[in-house]
């Protein structure tokens, strides 16, 4: 199956996606300074990835990809991608929160860390201090 992943826009697609995978949309429009790659195969958009991008620190988030496509590796190009752009881009610390992924992100180089280590740019996001609850894992990934 040919398969592109490729920047996007933050469109009802994504929305949708994000809303499939019980992800926070609040803080997301067209004009949000999030950057989103899209997975799409046969013209059909399955897996989505932002990045939030703050000097040598990144938010990676909004990982999600359609049920009908999950363990298919599409999850694992999509942070491949998002990770390359975020170190071309000058990020050397690769933030995430997740309340049901630690264990996904773990085997990819994450480590979890205290809330309270997180870089001022990071703490400020709205997923870090309102979207995700305070139970989330707080996780880094450092080059
Ligand atoms: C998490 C998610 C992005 C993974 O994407 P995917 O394309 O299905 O995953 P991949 O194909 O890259 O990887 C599959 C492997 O990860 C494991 N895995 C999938 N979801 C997992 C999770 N939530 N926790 C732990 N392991 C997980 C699978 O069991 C599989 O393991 P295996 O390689 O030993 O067989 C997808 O399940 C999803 O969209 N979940 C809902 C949204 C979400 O929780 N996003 C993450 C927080 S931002």
Wanted: glycine share 8%.
């Amino acid at each position: 199956m040919d398969f592109v992943i490729q920047q996007i826009c933050f469109d009802e697609r994504v929305a949708a996606l994000l809303k499939d995978g019980a992800l926070p949309t609040d803080d997301l429009s067209p004009s949000s300074n999030v950057v989103f790659f899209g997975y799409s195969c046969d013209d059909e958009l399955c897996g989505v990835v932002g990045l939030e991008l703050y000097g040598s620190w990144a938010l990676l988030r909004s990982l999600a990809v359609a049920p009908g496509h999950r363990n298919d590796g599409i999850g694992g190009k999509l942070l491949a991608r998002a990770e390359d752009e975020a170190e071309k881009r000058g990020a050397r610390e690769i933030y995430l929160l997740t309340t049901t992924a630690e264990a996904y992100f773990s085997r990819r180089g994450y480590t979890r860390v205290e809330r309270a280590s997180a870089p001022t740019a990071i703490a400020a996001t709205r997923q870090f201090s309102d979207l995700c609850p305070s139970s989330s894992s707080f996780m880094v990934k450092k080059k």
